[in-house]
């Protein structure tokens, strides 16, 4: 087959398209880095120009580009994306719905809410790994000294959320009215039925109070955006503030990131690591490697659950559904279902060396066998067949 792959400004990996190409097919690429939903001239006639001058069996994209389907669809050629995100804002815009969409969403519970949008090939796919990439990283003594420790966390604090945007223009009123809201949210941590905390006087509210640009723009209830935008990650930052400050008093945690972290304490703090080659690094030296799932996610598993495991790292997440439809928990990894039980096994299992190195090659082994990049691949083709 001839793919043409194209990156987006938001996410650039080239995992996917080396699995096509190590499954046999052809693929080529364009410099251009596409845009959410802007089209330009110039980039438009470059897309063009190229799909004039070969025949493409489809065009490939991580996550859903309007721009890229407009295209496909006007020249009659199938295109494919796997979304990286949840909810993906581009897939509730009008283009979602052409004809030309193959769309690949990796959690079940978004894909129930897209399903009833009328995306006509719309597929449910967990994310993978490279395993032949991870494989290839060579540890050396000096990365041992860096990069080894007890517990770490590599990520985003969400601190770029709605709610911290327009918290000085709120009346003293308004914030203890949605710091209550937080609250309720962030007290369960197993809660991700955001909306039902969205009441049409918090609708009301949002939508006379904010500029245009923050207002919903999307094929979504205005509930759904401001229970994403506003509510979901902002909890989600408060569940990374007070997990990585709790166990920062009881343990050696270290945080790899390049959020503002002044409201972190007791732990050590590092830049963010390359997600190429360093950060493999830090999942496979760490004794204990947590996940706490953006609250927006509502039952599927987000990319660093299997990027954990596939570096032959040690995995300590918050539960997600979609976990036991692929693996078998306290075997291939460990969950918790709040604060007090994370800080539980934290202790157990960083006493515990001999169980903890069997599931974490328990968990490389599963990854390994079942959920590769080429494995991914064959899923996408036998759907669009």
């Known amino acids: 087959m ?5 990156n987006s400004e938001t996410i650039k990996l080239f995992d996917l398209p080396w699995a096509f190409i190590e499954a ?4 080529d690429s364009l410099a251009t ?5 802007e089209h330009i001239k110039e980039t438009d006639e470059l897309l063009i120009n190229k799909l004039s001058e070969k025949k493409y069996d489809f065009v490939m994209t991580y996550d859903f580009l309007p721009v890229i389907s407009d295209i496909c ?9 796997w979304t990286f995100d949840s909810p ?13 969409n193959y ?5 079940k519970g978004q894909y129930k809410r897209l399903e009833k949008m009328g995306i006509p090939h719309l597929f449910h796919l967990p994310m993978a790994i490279n395993k032949n990439r991870i494989s290839a990283i060579d540890i050396t003594e000096e990365d041992e000294k860096k990069f080894q420790s007890d517990i770490s966390f ?6 770029d959320n709605l709610y911290n945007q327009i918290f000085p223009y709120l009346t003293e009123n308004n914030r203890q009215y949605f710091e209550q809201i937080l609250s309720l949210i962030f007290n369960n941590i197993s809660e991700k039925n955001i909306e039902s905390y969205v009441g049409d006087e918090t609708v009301t509210f949002l939508n006379n109070a904010l500029n245009s640009e923050s207002k919903n723009k ?6 759904y955006y401001y229970a994403d935008n506003l509510f979901s990650r902002k909890v989600s930052e408060m569940d990374r503030v007070a997990m990585l400050n709790r166990l920062g008093k009881k343990f050696q945690v270290r945080l790899y990131t390049n959020n503002d972290t002044s409201m972190i304490q007791n732990v050590e703090l590092k830049p963010a690591v390359s997600y190429e080659s360093d950060m493999n690094k830090v999942f496979y030296l760490s004794k204990i490697n947590i996940n706490q799932t953006i609250r927006s996610i509502e039952t599927g598993l987000p990319l660093r659950i299997f990027d954990i495991m596939g570096s032959g790292g040690f995995l300590l997440t918050n539960y997600q559904e979609e976990l036991e439809d692929y693996f078998e928990i306290d075997e291939d990894l460990v969950v918790y279902r709040s604060f007090d039980e994370l800080e539980d096994k934290c202790r157990y299992y960083l006493t515990h060396e001999e169980e903890r190195v069997q599931i974490l090659i328990n968990g490389y082994k599963k990854v390994c066998q079942n959920h590769t990049y080429g494995h991914r691949v064959e899923q996408i083709l036998q759907c669009m067949k």
């Open 24 to 27: 046999g097919h052809t693929v």
């Open 73 to 81: 669809n006007q020249m009659n050629i199938k295109y494919v994306s």
């Open 2 to 6: 001839n793919i043409l792959f194209l």
């Open 103 to 107: 769309v690949f969403v990796f959690d």
């Open 33 to 37: 880095i596409y845009k959410f939903n």
């Open 154 to 159: 590599v990520g985003n604090l969400y601190q």
């Open 88 to 100: 993906l804002y581009a897939l509730y815009t009008p283009a979602a719905r052409n004809s030309c």
């Open 218 to 223: 999307f094929l979504m209830t205005d509930r």
